[in-house]
């Protein structure tokens, strides 16, 4: 029986003529298998031996029936490893360790015309990242690629974390969980668990001169690539030699590991910026919320935010309690009207008659403050792209470091000039078009030496290890939608989802720290669904190399005591550990500052209150360390009792543990000095 068991084994490589190449992590966690059969090209993953993706097909459908995906031979099969440590320029850790072992298959085809294609398997300890090379060759040049057919075979109907592709409204959607068999066309980061325990994220690394992977599913617990077209239905117009973004898998055993891995930036470029002496992390406040409250206007009139004195104001604000940037919306001539149906008319360098540019850098300076500035482009990209130029040296002739911009548009609502200088419509934020534009406006931001903050941007990939001027961006809801419509608010579980899927692929600028969490005079029907103390702890659960302190500075001088952790909390880390968490329900991170000993914690809880034991191993065994504790009061509870905070002391060290006591949708911030 067992002979005949070897025969049929060994007769299934006969009859499918089949090839397979394999390699490890570096610690033998995780191997890839490259499959060639029958022509077509396949790879599979696992973990520990077992798979975590099955047999699954790559490659690509090109225009005019091009089909690279079938007919394949190997040419060559190469292996090669790096294990190298490299430091950011700023981030949440310091010095990222760079170790895999890679895989290259060269292919090429047995038919008349051959094409060639190329992929290369990373094999980390914490996943795999995989992208295709279309290599320089005499039959392929320039090429369309209208279909990406990679597909990811799980092994399982595994929960799942997501938010719907090709929506009105990009990539602010709530999160849906629900089995793999109930997804949606969906965005990465994507984000399983399997019944056994692993934790699963589906993203891309490197996303340049290509459009977003989505992925859709195909049935049998499979995704398949669905890359986002153009406005002509074409997904990729390229030339070779052209790399695809990587395909990344990171996998691991608990939720945290996939926060504890930089697989992301390991697979992006090194850094190409010479000088990155004006690139600085900090923290801002500004002209901002009161827009969303409704109290003050970006377009002109009596109740404009932007004017010089109100400016001065928060330069004020901001220079006492030690804040580096006032952002400040509304300054410049476009907002007036509907300023969303506004992208053909901003103005980038005119300032509204009531705010006084060269007064407010005068006065900034003289406080030791810089302006933030911003570009709402309102997704007129042909008016923005005129500008560009003139914007960035407008604003770094003032001595403005660092830009929010912003893109709002809807659905595929954005218009571009073609060959020809026609106009035309119908490019999505996260197509090809719009990931080259995106490049651009940071690109030439940093000959400028001007830091991005994008809101409506692409997507995270990664890119600011290449461009560490790509500092934050939005790319999910954020604050601002507690302040909007009826019953739009963040549900408590939001914040606790995010780091999961959204943050994986890199900082968000979520603009934390409203204190009047109800704003009942403002606009009664909607509030923060958190407790104060929760919006502390965002500070450190949710990575941002820029935050704002975004309510109105009235709201933080009536509670100087609480406001303090947000004066102390840094934004540039040396170090960050996840101590437990469960998708959706509640995460503690602990972060160490980068120009101290002190570390951080940040810990959030959905609207289950709960108490969670922690060690205090992360801290240094050689020091004690002084506690500052702000917690959720005993009575605390984000629907009737958001207020209720203790603020404590406490000498601790290494070895120690504590019980941290989260209220309903409740939040504990600690700053530990160390002695
Ligand atoms: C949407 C952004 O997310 C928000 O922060 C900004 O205030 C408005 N657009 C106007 O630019």
Redesign the pocket.
Known sequence: MRNLFIILFLLQFIIINSQVYKVNSPENIIQVEFILEEGKAYYSVQRFGKDVIGKSILGYELENNVSLKDNFVIEAVNESSLDETWEQVWGEKRFIRNNYNELKIDLSQSIDNPKKISIVFRVYDDGVGFRYEFPEQNNLEKFNIIDEITEFKFTGNHTSWWIPAYHWNRYEYLYEETPLSKIDTVHTPVTFETKNGLFISIHEAALTDFSSMTLEPVGDFTLKTNLVPWSDGIKVKTKTPIKSPWRTIQIADNAGGLIESYLILNLNEPNKLEDVSWIKPGKYVGI?WG??LGIET?GSGEKHGATTENTKRYLDFASKYGFDGVLV?GWNKGWDGDWIANGDIFNFTEPYDDFDIDEVIRYGNEKGVRLIG?H?TGGGIINYEKQMDDAYKFYEKYGVRAVKS?Y?NHGNGIKRLDENGNVVKGEWHHGQFMVEFYRKALTEAAKHKIMINA??PIKATGIRRTYPNMLTR?GAR?Q?FNAWGENQGNPPEHTTILPFTRLLGGPMDFTPGIFDLLFEEEKPDNRVNTTLMKQLALYVVLYSPLHMAADLPENYEARLDVFQFIVDVPTDWEDTKVLNAEIGDYITIVRRDRNSEDWFLGSITDEEGRNLKISLNFLDKNRTYKAQIYRDGNNADWKTNPYDYVIEEKEVKFGNEMTLRLAPSGGTAIKFIAQ
């Open positions: 901002w827009m969303h970006w919306e911003h709402e912003g709002v809101h409506e939005e954020g601002e």
